[in-house]
């Protein structure tokens, strides 16, 4: 049985459909991420699978308990870390991390191994309120907390957004140890560049999911060819002219450069094409998928 199980969840405010037929599968001991730009739907999801909030219609289990009929046995089993920091600001580091221990009859010391890790490079600050902490030291502390009961599955909801490069890279190290652990994690984040260090991902666009599968698998089925190029003068004339010439299918900025999609087109006939249309292309090559050029590549037939 898989540790969550989402089934044909839907979820409206209002007129707006938030979650369109949503399922998931997420295994026991896997780190599973849920990849999309904000209003994609990844915080409904999470809030319903957390049980905060109920959907219109699905079904949706955590531990083989249902989030609408047992919604406490899950809140006992689980850890949540929100989008925004939540925590209590004017408490210092110290006495949030007790706190959120006695609301599960537990103690920090009973559970110290757990949090040691990510607690050694917060202790310095045991005694400042968690409200003057850096944004990468917030994001540790309400790790901390999520995990001080010792939870069977974790819920992080875009847990890097704002957060330093270097902060980043540690979080997600933080969560490779824990998953080593054992433990059951589903993270959400709008960086593309995360989903690699996913064990297995699901793309999501505009309340669905649009491919679930492991990173590797994702790039290796997009089965059309991929072009790097940086052309001299202004890049948005670039684009909209590149993304007019026959056989381009999509051009679209990544970093300093822009990407073209093909089926059909060879690295010569690009290079062909764009200097009879006049650009000056300084770089041209062809280059492998990432999971950001799977999601840029959308199309609504896509969707699972």
């Known amino acids: 049985m898989a540790e969550v199980s989402v089934r044909n969840v839907r979820l409206s405010y209002g007129k707006i459909q938030a979650l369109k037929d949503v399922s998931l599968e997420v295994e026991e001991g896997s780190l599973f991420g849920i990849i999309g730009p904000d209003g994609a739907g990844k915080t409904s999801l999470f809030r319903i699978m ?10 949706t289990q955590v531990c083989g308990y249902d989030t609408v009929k047992d919604m406490m ?43 040691e890790d990510i607690y050694r490079q917060i202790e310095p600050f045991r005694k400042r309120r968690a409200g003057k902490l850096s944004g990468g030291m917030k994001q540790k502390l309400a790790l901390c907390c999520a ?56 793309l999501m666009k505009d309340g669905r999911f649009f491919k679930t599968d492991s990173p590797g698998a994702i790039t290796e089925k997009f089965g059309k060819h991929l072009f790097e190029i940086k052309a001299g003068g202004s890049t948005v004339k670039a684009l909209d002219g590149l993304a007019a ?60």
């Open 147 to 202: 995990m001080i009961h010792r939870p069977r599955v974790l819920f992080l909801d875009e847990p890097t957004t704002g957060v330093d490069p270097v902060s980043r890279k540690e979080f997600w190290q933080m969560l490779s140890r824990l998953r080593a652990q054992g433990m059951t994690i589903i993270v959400s984040t709008p960086y593309m560049d995360e989903a690699s260090l996913c064990d297995t991902v699901s």
């Open 73 to 115: 046995e899950i809140r006992r089993l689980v850890g949540y870390m929100p989008g925004h920091f939540s925590l209590y600001q004017d408490l210092t580091v110290e006495e949030n991390l007790s706190l959120f221990a006695s609301v599960f009859n537990t103690t920090v010391q009973e559970n110290y191994s757990l949090v």
């Open 50 to 59: 957390t049980t905060l909030i109920v959907p219109d219609s699905g079904s």
């Open 245 to 304: 010439i026959d056989g381009v299918q999509a051009c679209y900025p990544f970093g300093d450069r822009l990407h073209i999609v093909s089926s059909s087109l060879s690295l010569a006939e690009l290079s062909e094409r764009a200097a009879s249309a006049g650009y000056d292309i300084s770089t041209l090559a062809e280059c492998t998928p990432t999971v950001e050029d799977c999601f840029m590549d959308f199309d609504n037939n896509d969707y699972e």
